[in-house]
């Protein structure tokens, strides 16, 4: 999706919160919270990342319930017996950064790093649900899944936790996109999913 790639710093490195990442991520990716509350359709903001991560391009995905609920399902952290299953399984270098504020409401950051080929097996069920059975598995602003997998150079993300209760806030999805046939650096696309009661906000 989007400069060279950056990766954050380690766990534990980054930003003076004492906060303990994992747990943050934990909590905020947990079913509990994710999967608790009424799930209804959603918006995931796609931008298109230029150098210093200036905002190129963006658009709005409409996500109806049944993809809202296969994403939600994917970002749940690993519980319940399920050791194979969510994001929280696939992730590196986590690091909690200095809290901030997000629509109003004080927020805890953690960041971190993805094992590309593990995200490739996450996102391929979403891309088959999202073909309707086609086989065309296109992630929207990517294109087809096999050409994300011969393509995709790294990922990272953050995610943005209520302070208080620590529920999802927001999460971000960094892809960064090398085209082997040219000297270019990387381009880079950010997916922005916000909570269902707030608006994604626009960096």
């Known amino acids: 999706m989007l400069v060279v790639l950056a990766l954050p710093p380690q766990a534990g490195c980054g930003g003076g919160n004492d906060a303990d990442p994992r747990q943050l991520l934990d909590t905020a990716l947990s079913r509990g919270s994710l999967l608790s509350p009424p799930v209804g359709p959603t918006e995931v903001e796609i931008a298109s990342l230029g150098f210093e991560d200036a905002v ?5 995905l409409k996500i109806d319930r049944e993809t809202n609920i ?36 004080k927020v805890n950051r953690v960041s971190g790093s993805i094992d590309v080929g593990s995200l490739i097996e996450q996102i391929r069920p979403l891309a088959e649900s999202q073909s309707g059975g086609r086989g065309s598995e296109e992630i929207p602003g990517v294109g087809q899944l096999d050409q994300l997998e011969q393509s995709l150079a790294a990922a990272e993300f953050e995610l943005f936790a209520d302070a208080g209760d620590g529920s999802l806030k927001r999460f971000d999805l960094v892809l960064a996109l090398d085209d082997p046939g040219n000297s270019l650096p990387p381009s880079r696309i950010r997916f922005s999913l916000a909570a269902a009661s707030d608006e994604i906000v626009k960096p």
């Open 70 to 105: 296969a994403v939600l399902e994917a970002l749940a952290g690993s519980n319940e017996g399920n050791e194979d299953l969510g994001l929280a399984t696939v992730i590196e270098n986590l690091s909690a950064e200095d809290p901030t504020d997000l629509n109003g409401v």
């Open 56 to 60: 190129l391009d963006r658009q709005i």
